[in-house]
């Protein structure tokens, strides 16, 4: 694509966004529905096109070019196709996020100020392979009032380009959903342009490995929602409860070690070390995990690989561990805050003093006393789908749903008020009173 | 400075802001307080350090190097140091930003996960000239638990100095504060050294004209909080009342011309225009207003000077206003969303609908129906105090306070839930209900 093409497409969905914001909860939730029937209605297609994709990927397979688990990733069947119209339907059933009066004060008498959620704008998303992201993000940026500029894997090329097609008509046959509210570009090169618009693209939200989303963090001027690293630890704290101890720890390294949230490094009391690690160690094991420990570590069992200074910054995404012994609560929290990437960490204490003053001290986006750092998830938080999860330290921060999608802006009803009534000596005060909630349904 | 001296106050910043985050609201009151106080009994010191700025600052306005409202500016007396001293207390009465449950929801039974503000960590605030943003940004930042790092303009260097050191010490004589909570840097090149910082300054809050703020933003990897124009519009509705929208736009105009939430173009409905215009024209004129006018204006009153292209991206803050004739709302929409800066705008209607399709439509940080534009502010907003106005798209928009220098982290209390529990064939389910706003002290 030229690189004219892509400031096209950006032009073009900053339009279908002005038009996206002033849309009704109710249309947004028809336009989604039409794109679940839509898809539904064209599997085959989307089969066809997928299968090509398919194919070409299983050369590279066989090439040794790509892994399996990436191609299985790939496929696009009858059970998968109905799960993304569902997902999609299941978007529609959410509580419209655009129009939440957040604060409604009175500034004086018929001077009323709210401030209102609205869109952000339009949203670049730049994913790798799986073209299920494709309904996903679309119905979340959709939902959230945004347009969206997509970009997916090239391995998915074809089924990404049918998808986009299917949902971005379906969408735009609901009068008022603009056509280009979904968009999709192709090439790297594209991308490179997306990248460097900021005077039309708002926010980037990327999925990915750490390497590419460091990539696109380092080179655009564009607010990036996500994260980079998942270096999750867990505490076990001088005054945890041994069994539990053994039970979270073993869950928030295997239970799924291949993600974001899965336990990197256990950082463990001195005074507890010798009862916990042996049999934790063992349990590791038992699930075949390579254990790699402090020198402390190894005094306590011997035949554990030394850890080095690399390792407590280092997202294995596998079955590996890395432990180390600390003097006390302190030098976890200071570990955590130095070589941890800021995403999840926990205690594990039977002391609420000791958990509160880890809960104060971890400067990560979420902090858990006694439960897994695999409940880290939108979904398990109850915020019913996920956009991505957040290490940033402004705007949205751990799992962020289509909260994450919205800003606000301040809306101020009066009757004819200037600002020199209020200044000077003989001023009128502002009253600055809050308005019930009850009555924040503004007009 | 040496390159490597600003990277040592970044990386102490951090760790004062990892203590900071831990302190009650009444130390960091305590402090505050005593930062008044100090500056009260300091005031010798100030003025003395600040009559050398002065007297330098005396001679380059003898040599046409700076402008005498500069200099005016700079200068600290009595009366400033004791409204520096009061600004300081007033930031001090203010609810604690921090530690406030914004939700909460019970996942499952014993597993209750809070979201929580908290402060964002290290804030680097760069301003020209004035002394007073020391201690107002000081205060801000440390009443939301930031710890920050100054760079003032190079002429008020001496005051700058002496006002951080005073007012540091004060902050650290309250046990529990960290001493490197308020630092600052010196020359140009600290601060370019200090916008490479992305890995220990989490936000930029630069205060000054529109192209200082502009290579800020441009010459950094970190988010930068603020505004660099305010092309403000009023927009007089077919609907108006024309006494009302006289008045409004007059105010608008003329009530301070030099600040950035003054309006730059008035858009007019041509229906209106011929009886709006020429006793608008009149009204700035007598306040020494200069018009210029579109093509349609200079018909209905002739002596208008033409409008350029460019006057509708110019920000004047001047007696100067663009006048524009459109042919209906849409395009008086359409002007804003596509000349404006998304500060403030306004719109002048008896008609609720006209009104809402205008709030609706236009995609700025304030949109105002019957008001003027110069509402836009902190104080005005019943924010108490503000940091700055953001035109930013995420994290906070239009005049912002505490709540804009905090963020927010999830804490989750279990009993030692695992993730495996809730996979699989005999998982368990999330309750996900809200827990009651009254049982949201959390332990």
């Not at 001077?111 to 309904?135: K, Q």
């Not at 926990?346 to 609420?352: M, N, Q």
């Not at 003093?353 to 897994?372: L, P, R």
Request: glycine share 6%; proline share 4%.
């Amino acid at each position: 694509m030229k690189k004219s093409d892509v400031l096209k497409k950006a032009k073009k969905a900053r339009e279908a966004a002005l038009a996206l914001s002033a849309l009704s909860g109710d249309k947004k939730d028809r336009a989604l529905r039409a794109m679940a029937r839509a898809m539904r209605k064209s599997k085959k297609q989307i089969i066809t096109a997928n299968a090509k994709d398919v194919a070409d990927a299983g050369k590279l397979v066989q090439q040794g070019k790509m892994n399996k688990p990436l191609l299985k990733r790939l496929i696009l069947n009858d059970q998968k196709i109905e799960e993304m119209a569902q997902g999609v339907e299941a978007v529609a059933r959410l509580e419209n996020p655009v129009g939440k009066v957040l604060d409604a004060i009175e500034m004086d008498e018929n001077l009323n100020l709210y401030r209102v959620t609205c869109p952000i704008g339009v949203i670049g998303s730049v994913f790798e392979s799986r073209p299920d992201a494709v309904p996903q993000i679309s119905s979340l940026c959709l939902k959230s009032g945004n347009a969206v500029i997509l970009k997916g894997g090239s391995e998915a090329r074809r089924s990404n380009q049918v998808l986009v097609k299917i949902l971005s008509d379906a969408a735009a046959s609901i009068p008022g959903v603009p056509q280009d509210a979904i968009q999709i570009i192709e090439t790297r090169e594209d991308v490179g342009e997306m990248l460097k618009l900021d005077e039309y693209i708002d926010l980037l939200v990327p999925r990915g490995s750490n390497e590419f989303i460091r990539h696109i963090q380092n080179n655009t001027k564009i607010p990036v929602l996500g994260h980079a690293d998942g270096i999750c630890h867990e505490y076990v704290d001088e005054k945890a409860d041994l069994k539990m101890a053994l039970r979270v720890c073993l869950d928030a390294k295997v239970q799924y070690p291949a993600v974001c949230n899965a336990m990197e490094t256990l950082l463990v009391h001195e005074k507890i070390a010798p009862r916990f690690l042996p049999p934790m160690i063992e349990k590791f094991r038992a699930a075949g995990v390579e254990v790699r420990g402090c020198a402390k570590t190894r005094k306590i069992v011997k035949d554990v690989k030394p850890a080095k200074e690399e390792d407590w910054t280092t997202e294995y995404l596998d079955l590996i561990v890395s432990i180390r012994i600390v003097n006390n609560l302190q030098e976890a929290v200071d570990h955590i805050n130095r070589f941890g990437s800021a995403h999840t960490d926990g205690i594990i204490t039977a002391s609420r003093s000791a958990a509160q003053k880890f809960m104060d001290g971890v400067d990560s986006a979420c902090v858990f006393h006694n439960a897994s750092t695999r409940f880290s998830d939108g979904y398990r938080f109850g915020l019913g789908a996920e956009i991505g999860i957040s290490t940033n330290k402004t705007h949205a921060r751990g799992p962020v749903g289509l909260d994450g999608l919205v800003i606000y802006k301040y809306l101020l009803y009066g009757n004819g008020q200037t600002v020199a009534d209020y200044s000077g000596a003989k001023a009128k005060q502002f009253t600055h009173k809050p308005i019930r909630k009850s009555k924040t349904k503004i007009l």
